[in-house]
């Protein structure tokens, strides 16, 4: 579910439909904090992801500014990753969507 909210996160920014992205950006949370429950040894890995990088997401898109999303999504991603490496993943290595999947536009 993660990786699906991250392409609408990243869709959604791109088509400056602020709403949406932020919509996609709490369902991440929701969507992490889930998984936590049923995996709880990870929590410390996401904490920083969590706490720091996906509200500094959210306040990017207060900012409705296309240029700032673009540098946040690169942020974002950096930290997926660097979460990705601490639980000894690495292979999940997230990027920046090339295709949209969804039908969803503004």
Sequence with gaps: ETGYRYQELYWAGVDQNWEYAAYQAEKIKVAIGN??????KRAASAEYFLNEALPAMEKTL???DTTAFLEGIQL???NCNACHAKEKVPFFN????L????PIRK
């Design 76 to 78: 974002l991603t950096a």
């Design 35 to 40: 998984g936590l429950e049923r995996r709880p």
């Design 62 to 64: 207060r900012k409705r």
């Design 99 to 102: 295709n949209r999947q969804s």
């Design 94 to 97: 997230v990027q920046i969507p």
